[in-house]
């Protein structure tokens, strides 16, 4: 009886020990380092491009944790595009200005002739109107989507720019279809006269009237033009798949898919406003007489002598053009 | 300007047209929310 005695005195000693002990040895400081731990994060990180998990989702992007390539994109956005669309837009508008000021608008050297032909039919008009109708919405509101929040978001307060920031973002999804076909058409009706030719050389040496003083030939389209041209198709193009990639999201693209869409869409774009800044200035104020082959239609025949003179002598021949003006 | 006018038109009557289209079609129209959305579907 005095041996289990014991041994149950023993026993209880032994547990109390035990339970005194454990909690002290449980705040013992770990093995495990924390910053060691980070430091084997940015390595997986660096070594597979991202970090992912696992979720009861359908969408499994959703499991995308984190991802390197995600930080550039975002310092592109935020930082980089503005800067872009700033130097290129602004840089453009000043340089306008300043060649404004300085040559003022080109004029029809021997005034016009009073006599008119056709340069544009009602057909490639409505073409161009519809695209640059679509072009300057979308340029306007996706100028908003990367300066809006920063410059109106001061002057219309947050929720004026918001309901704004919606009703543009809508306009530009949707604005992208007569855009686009307006581009393919533009492709179609006018690929017969923009390839180079021999004449554009000689006119980009001469300046192309624009600087100096000089009339090089041209025929329909002069090397300018042509620079327009391509510039519409392929830029506009360009704008017009990423711009699709974007708006139907992960059909086509991964993620870094989605990203580079967004980094093409964007230079492409806002480069796209720089360039069509200059041809809308010289086809209004720029030039005079210029409006008018989208306007009505038809151009001086002097305005065709001094700017396109190898065009108005093959509709010349053709028996084309040349008719008096129509009375005011 | 009858072309400039009809051109208009025509990009406003395209745009609407494509708006009732993928709407009806139940497209997730708002594609800065559908980032993390499957092919069509809204979660």
């Known amino acids: 009886m005095r041996a289990s005695v014991r041994f149950l005195f023993a026993a209880s000693i032994l547990w109390l020990a035990a339970a005194l002990v454990a909690p002290a040895y449980a705040q013992q400081p770990t093995t495990v380092?924390?910053?060691?731990?980070?430091?084997?994060?940015?390595?997986?990180?660096?070594?597979?491009?991202?970090?992912?998990?696992?979720?009861?989702?359908?969408?499994?992007?959703?499991?995308?944790?984190?991802?390197?390539?995600?930080?550039?994109?975002?310092?592109?956005?935020?930082?980089t595009l503005p800067w872009i669309g700033a130097i290129g837009i602004l840089g453009m508008l000043g340089l306008l200005v300043l060649f404004f000021l300085i040559r003022g608008m080109i004029r029809i050297e021997n005034g016009r002739s009073g006599r008119t032909l056709v340069r544009f039919n009602s057909f490639?008009?409505?073409?161009?109107?519809?695209?640059?109708?679509?072009?300057?919405?979308?340029?306007?509101?996706?100028?908003?989507?990367?300066?809006?929040?920063?410059?109106?978001?001061?002057?219309?307060?947050?929720?004026?720019?918001?309901?704004?920031?919606?009703?543009?973002?809508?306009?530009?999804?949707?604005?992208?279809?007569?855009?686009?076909?307006?581009?393919?058409?533009?492709?179609?009706?006018?690929?017969?006269?923009?390839?180079?030719?021999?004449?554009?050389?000689?006119?980009?040496?001469?300046?192309?009237?624009?600087?100096?003083?000089?009339?090089?030939?041209?025929?329909?389209?002069?090397?300018?033009?042509?620079?327009i041209y391509w510039v519409v198709v392929l830029g506009g193009g360009a704008v017009a798949v990423t711009g699709y990639l974007l708006f139907f999201?992960?059909?086509?693209?991964?993620m870094?898919?989605?990203?580079?869409?967004h980094l093409i869409h964007g230079i492409a774009g806002l480069l796209f406003i720089a360039i069509m800044l200059a041809h809308i200035y010289i086809g209004t104020i720029g030039m005079q007489g210029a409006f008018e082959a989208m306007g009505s239609g038809e151009v001086d025949e002097n305005w065709a002598r001094q700017h396109h003179s190898l065009w108005l002598e093959k509709q010349a021949g053709k028996g084309r053009g040349q008719r008096p003006a129509p009375a005011e | 300007m009858r072309a400039f006018l009809v051109g208009c038109l025509a990009a406003i009557v395209i745009a609407v047209g494509a708006y009732a289209v993928l709407n009806h079609s139940g497209y997730v129209i708002d594609s800065a929310s559908s980032v993390f959305t499957t092919k069509g579907t809204r979660l």
Do not use: C
């Open chain 1, 33 to 79: 380092n924390p910053t060691a731990e980070r430091v084997q994060e940015e390595q997986l990180l660096k070594a597979l491009k991202k970090a992912e998990g696992r979720g009861t989702l359908a969408d499994t992007k959703s499991q995308l944790l984190e991802q390197p390539a995600g930080r550039d994109w975002r310092q592109f956005q935020q930082v």
């Open chain 1, 124 to 227: 490639e008009r409505f073409v161009h109107w519809m695209t640059a109708f679509s072009f300057i919405i979308l340029a306007v509101s996706g100028l908003n989507i990367t300066f809006g929040r920063a410059l109106l978001t001061p002057l219309l307060g947050p929720e004026t720019f918001a309901t704004w920031a919606q009703w543009a973002k809508y306009a530009h999804n949707y604005l992208s279809f007569p855009f686009t076909i307006g581009v393919v058409l533009i492709f179609l009706m006018w690929i017969a006269w923009n390839f180079p030719s021999g004449a554009d050389f000689r006119w980009i040496r001469e300046g192309g009237g624009i600087i100096g003083n000089k009339h090089p030939p041209a025929r329909r389209f002069n090397a300018g033009q042509k620079v």
């Open chain 1, 249 to 254: 999201p992960f059909y086509v693209t991964d």
């Open chain 1, 256 to 261: 870094a898919g989605q990203q580079l869409a």
